[in-house]
């Protein structure tokens, strides 16, 4: 069955790897990000390979007051949407007592505040049609701590804890939840992404989470292998084992 996606932080990344496989499998999609070039680029790449209909518009997560009004529109382009992509995101990284906490506040306004803005419009809009499907991007690093990315942990931390309540809230609405948790994918979020442990490229990374997004699971860890092993472990391993890799 065809669906309507809609995906933030689209323009590149894992939203961008996102877009390219669910077009592929032939739904119907609206792309956010700030860079529209990029996203009217993506849109023509994919109605031109798949012939899909891509909906784009600019859309910064922090502008809390715009989410709604931006998911709303995008909704009546693609006359309605059945699952929403909280992705965007940013990570960053200072060690603690440098006193500068401007980076701690856009973390979090954009990892927390930008997907808590995104799921709520997008619930609202389920609500109407009495299903849908809520979709948050998150991390192990909300289980495992990163030495120098304290907020960025606390940021998926607190999105998976915020995703955890509402699935059981909504599930009485017809609305599902679905919690992603990236290990380390080569992405644009930090330069030096193939020294991490265990990567795995983002087209790769898609193809689980499509058919996670697509199916009815409530949490993926990807790549599955070590981290849905290492994750029940996460605050016990040795701090000198992750001073080493981070
Ligand atoms: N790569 C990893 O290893 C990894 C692991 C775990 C979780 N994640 C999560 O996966 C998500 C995607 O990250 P990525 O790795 O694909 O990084 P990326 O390539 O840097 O993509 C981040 C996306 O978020 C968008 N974005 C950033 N700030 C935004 C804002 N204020 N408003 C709207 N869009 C914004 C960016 O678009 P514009 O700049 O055009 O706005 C871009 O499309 C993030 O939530 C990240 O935390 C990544």
Request: glycine share 8%.
């Amino acid at each position: 069955m065809q669906r309507s996606i809609l995906i933030t932080g689209a323009s590149s990344g894992i939203g961008a790897a996102l877009a390219r496989e669910l077009a592929r499998r032939g739904h119907r999609l609206a792309l956010t990000a700030r860079r529209l070039d990029h996203l009217h680029s993506l849109a023509e790449e994919l109605r031109a390979a798949h012939g899909v209909q891509v909906e784009v518009a600019a859309l910064d997560v922090r502008q809390l007051d715009q989410v709604a009004v931006t998911l709303t529109a995008l909704a009546a382009r693609l006359a309605g949407l059945d699952i929403v992509v909280a992705n965007a995101g940013i990570a960053g990284s200072h060690r603690t007592g440098n006193g500068d906490i401007a980076l701690d506040r856009r973390i979090l306004e954009t990892n927390y505040l930008g997907a808590v803005a995104t799921l709520d419009a997008a619930t609202a809009l389920f609500r109407q049609n009495g299903h849908g499907r809520l979709v948050g991007m998150s991390s192990i690093a909300a289980w495992l701590p990163l030495p120098g990315s304290g907020s960025y942990c606390a940021s998926k931390a607190a999105l998976t804890a915020y995703l955890d309540c509402a699935r059981i809230e909504l599930a009485k609405h017809g609305i599902s939840v679905l919690a992603i948790h990236p290990g380390f994918i080569a992405t644009e979020i930090a330069a030096d992404m193939e020294r991490y442990p265990f990567v795995i490229s983002a087209d790769k990374a898609a193809v689980s989470m499509a058919d996670a997004i697509l199916a009815s699971a409530t949490q993926l860890i990807v790549p599955a292998w070590p981290w849905r092993w290492l994750v029940p472990v996460a605050g016990r391993l040795p701090a000198a084992w992750l001073a080493r890799w981070f």
